[in-house]
């Protein structure tokens, strides 16, 4: 059996494509008109301007004769995205919608191989780690504030998958998120659909984004470069936790058993069992 690669065939096809595009937009090349109106996407919302746009393209290249645009090798109109477990998880969904594409083992094997500060940490210290230590941090820290045990089980449980939306969207820097709108759309819904998924708290309380800023102070001092850079979070009180950096398949373990650790005592405070003293 013949074996073609595809990859050099959908290279030459986006090199083709892209110099046909140059013949439509360039005025005064062969059989290239000027274009008709310049589009400012700022007098729109995103998806408006992003669809101007590509219907512009779209007129241009049907009214040029003579230029055949090569189809693309990857067309998906309904965007997804395969899942550890083979599911499609499909972006343009409602947070209800969203709650049956969900599954624990996805949500743990991929934020266990999903490095902290986009991978830029001095040893492999995934987000599965960073959420568990933060759970484990409101269980035995946290026991003023939330004296009832099964409140202090559902806050941890809370913790544990704040960061959940980060199995589908990746772990986006901080400042990169303020400049993408719509990425911040996403994980929202994401994080709604989680909230529905395992009965945890939605909106976040500041407390929990108290924290989450707060723990910058130690992972940065364990976990980064010595660079001296003002992180803005320098002069804030750290947790005071200790990272680990536990290798992916022992991270994603550990996850699942802190989830259905706290779960069962959520559900045993929730029957009137007394305080185990966890």
């Not at 409140?151 to 544990?160: H, N």
């Not at 400042?175 to 994401?190: A, D, G, N, Q, S």
């Amino acid at each position: 059996m013949a074996i073609h690669d595809t990859r050099a065939t959908d290279a030459e096809a986006d090199e083709r494509n892209l110099r046909n595009e140059q013949r439509l937009v360039q005025p005064g090349s062969a059989g290239g008109p000027a274009p008709k109106a310049v589009i400012d996407p700022e007098d729109e919302n995103d998806d408006v301007a992003l669809q101007r746009i590509v219907d512009h393209s779209r007129e241009q290249k049907e009214e040029e004769p003579g230029v055949r645009l090569e189809p693309r090798l990857y067309q998906v109109e309904d965007g997804w995205m395969e899942l550890y477990d083979g599911k499609q998880f499909y972006f343009r969904r409602t947070a209800e919608q969203m709650v049956e594409m969900l599954e624990l083992d996805n949500i743990a094997h991929a934020l266990a191989n999903c490095c902290r500060y986009g991978g830029h940490t001095r040893q492999f210290y995934s987000v599965a780690e960073h959420s568990r230590i933060m759970a484990d941090y409101v269980m035995f820290h946290m026991r003023e504030q939330f004296p009832d045990q099964r409140d202090r089980a559902l806050a941890a449980l809370t913790v544990l998958h704040h960061d959940d939306a980060e199995h589908i969207i990746g772990d986006m820097p901080r400042p990169l998120k303020e400049e993408f709108p719509l990425f911040k759309e996403y994980e929202r819904t994401i994080d709604q659909a989680v909230a529905l998924k395992f009965g945890t708290i939605y909106p976040f309380p500041p407390w929990l984004k108290d924290m989450d800023t707060r723990i910058l102070v130690d992972e940065r001092e364990q976990c980064m470069s010595r660079s001296g850079h003002d992180w803005g979070c320098d002069k804030l009180d750290p947790l005071g936790i200790e990272v680990e950096f536990h290798a992916p398949w022992v991270a994603k373990q550990l996850f699942l058993r802190r989830h259905a650790h706290l779960s069962l005592i959520a559900s045993l405070a929730h029957h009137g069992i007394p305080d185990a003293g966890c």
